[in-house]
């Protein structure tokens, strides 16, 4: 399983992760229009290179973040989330859970603590299966930089795919 298909799972299981309409909706176009809302807000608020959402209107804190050097520990970080949160899209930070899911979740993250990522958080039950600021050894250097942080997503993401509903998407 690739980098790529990884952090998929992760907004896949998170809620983030359903497919584009064809043709817009009046529902895409307030999320969409919620989302440009929330990207602007942060963008006032000091973290400038917070990017817009894409095509579909999906916004997602996961894909904000990796890949960027954006810092979300960072006090400009922190006090533009909370200045915006009134505008914060559905999804950003992921959704509920089932208890199956959650069960599922847990593994996955024990999974991870046990291939070289011994800090890996347990996930909650609304956030993000790969939260990447609740990582400690990812902080200022980013998730994909921790030794063999991709070696784990790729084993425990295979592993667990099916239980996640991964397989297919």
Not at 31 to 48: D, L, P, W
Not at 59 to 82: C, E, F, M, Q
Not at 126 to 145: F, N, Q, Y
Request: charged share 20%.
């Amino acid at each position: 399983m690739s980098r790529a298909a990884v952090f998929a799972l992760a907004l896949i299981v998170a809620g983030c992760g359903s497919a584009p309409a064809a043709i817009p909706t009046p529902s895409t176009d307030s999320a969409r229009a919620q989302a440009v809302k929330f990207s602007a807000c942060m963008r006032q608020h000091g973290v400038t290179q917070f990017p817009d959402p894409d095509a579909s209107g999906e916004l997602t804190v996961d894909a904000v973040v990796n890949g960027s050097s954006l810092d979300t520990s960072s006090t400009t970080w922190k006090r533009a989330i909370s200045a915006c949160q009134d505008l914060q899209p559905s999804g950003f930070t992921g959704h509920r859970r089932s208890e199956q899911q959650q069960a599922y979740a847990l593994k996955f993250a024990q999974c991870m603590r046990d291939n070289g990522v011994p800090d890996f958080p347990d996930p909650t039950r609304d956030g993000a299966l790969i939260d990447t600021t609740r990582i400690p050894s990812a902080a200022g250097r980013g998730a994909l930089d921790i030794p063999g942080f991709t070696a784990a997503t790729d084993k425990c993401g295979a592993i667990f795919a099916d239980e996640l509903g991964l397989k297919g998407r």
